[in-house]
């Protein structure tokens, strides 16, 4: 029998970069915008607490409902953020020129998106428990399912289920090309933070071109095996 094809993180990296260049101006702006949107409720948030503080202490029950409110806009927010980038940076790595109103196209799985990381941190977490390497396993085999969800219409379950198989015949190679692509988004963020407005959009393309290698492969072996 021929021996698996390997997963190669130079290629993911150059495929990504490349992703990443194609739709910059729209990706970067994204973030930005989201980073000011967060940066805003956050600012409101902390303005309310010290008025309460100062002012008016016996409305802390009524402004808690208020700040409850913020902090779950804040929550939909993100989920629409990782899910506009996801899909911008798979779109970007399979060679399409995006505009912005295009981010938006899979808003949709927002709610598959939250079952996702329910069921997936549930699940490395109870992996933790039992032993811990099952769940350092699982925490790298669901990493592409964000990517599957936004890839074709499927539920969270199956999307963490073709992460994990996707993964799995190239788990240690992968568990490398993630900690680069980690050390790729800090080395941003200490640029002054600024540099993360590029960096985070550049990892989820990275991710992306990981994601899309993966298919590859898994297309390619599973060829192989049926001429054999």
């Known amino acids: 029998m021929a021996s698996a094809i390997s997963f190669q993180a130079g290629k993911a990296f150059r495929a990504g970069w490349k992703g990443f260049s194609r739709n910059a101006g729209v990706l970067v702006g994204f973030t930005v915008l989201a980073a000011v949107v967060l940066g805003l409720?956050?600012?409101?948030q902390y303005g309310l607490v010290a008025a309460v503080v100062v002012n008016n202490p016996d409305a802390v029950g009524g402004v808690s409902l208020l700040l409850f409110?913020?902090?779950?806009?804040?929550?939909?927010?993100?989920?629409?953020?990782s899910i506009a980038l996801l899909?911008?940076?798979?779109?970007?790595?399979?060679?399409?020129?995006?505009?912005?109103?295009?981010?938006?196209?899979?808003?949709?799985?927002?709610?598959?998106?939250?079952?996702?990381?329910?069921?997936?941190?549930?699940?490395?977490?109870?992996?933790s428990l039992a032993f811990v390497i099952p769940g350092v396993y699982l925490g790298v085999a669901y990493?592409?399912?964000?990517?599957?969800l936004v890839d074709?219409?499927?539920?969270?379950?199956?999307?963490?289920?073709?992460?994990?198989?996707?993964?799995?015949?190239?788990?240690?190679?992968?568990?490398?090309?993630?900690?680069?692509v980690i050390g790729i988004i800090l080395l941003g963020y200490?640029?002054?933070?600024?540099?993360?407005?590029?960096?985070?959009?550049?990892?989820?393309?990275?991710?992306?071109?990981?994601y899309q290698q993966l298919?590859?492969?898994?297309?390619?072996?599973n060829q192989t095996d049926?001429?054999?």
């Open 190 to 210: 200490l640029a002054i933070l600024i540099g993360g407005f590029v960096s985070v959009p550049v990892g989820f393309c990275m991710i992306a071109a990981g």
């Open 69 to 81: 409110g913020i902090a779950l806009l804040q929550a939909i927010v993100g989920l629409i953020y």
């Open 41 to 44: 409720l956050q600012a409101i």
């Open 152 to 180: 074709k219409p499927q539920s969270f379950v199956d999307a963490l289920t073709l992460s994990r198989r996707l993964v799995t015949p190239h788990w240690f190679d992968i568990t490398i090309f993630l900690l680069v």
């Open 143 to 148: 990493v592409f399912a964000g990517m599957a």
């Open 87 to 127: 899909n911008g940076g798979l779109r970007s790595v399979r060679g399409e020129s995006l505009a912005f109103s295009d981010l938006f196209s899979k808003v949709t799985e927002v709610p598959n998106l939250i079952g996702l990381q329910i069921f997936g941190t549930l699940a490395v977490l109870l992996g």
């Open 226 to 228: 049926s001429v054999e």
């Open 215 to 221: 298919l590859v492969l898994a297309d390619n072996n």
